[in-house]
Nanobody, 123 residues
């Protein structure tokens, strides 16, 4: 299995930027499709972005398209999420997740999860 640890969250003003990292250990990172999800208080976990095992296929939720960028460096076993033009509604705990096979927008299809990192955007 693969272990995931997120970092990079914090408090930022609206319009600001953050870069989240997800460090993977254990099994070969390049074997997994990776996803970013977020969960705000009182809401269900929702899809943010996903990245195929390599860099050919990337998917974004419409709410973040054009503002967030997902990338991965397999040689470093790391997944990134660049968050730009942040809005208060982006406030949530952000999770990275891994699954074998193709990327998915469904959180139930991911077997491995990190502990999450808090992103708070003030207005």
């Amino acid at each position: 299995q693969v272990q995931l640890v997120e970092s990079g969250g914090g408090l930022v003003q609206a319009g600001g930027s953050l870069r989240l990292s997800c460090a993977a250990s254990g099994r070969t990172f390049s074997n997994y499709a990776m996803g970013w999800f977020r969960q705000a208080p009182g809401k269900e976990r929702e899809f943010v972005a996903a990245n195929s095992r390599y860099t050919g296929s990337i998917y974004y939720d419409d709410a973040v398209k054009g503002r967030f960028t997902v990338s991965r460096v397999n040689a470093q076993n790391t997944l990134y999420l660049q968050l730009n033009s942040l809005k208060p509604e982006d406030t949530a705990v952000y999770y990275c997740a891994a699954r074998t096979g193709v990327p998915s927008r469904e959180y139930s299809e991911y077997a491995y999860w990190g502990q999450g990192t808090q992103v708070t955007v003030s207005s």
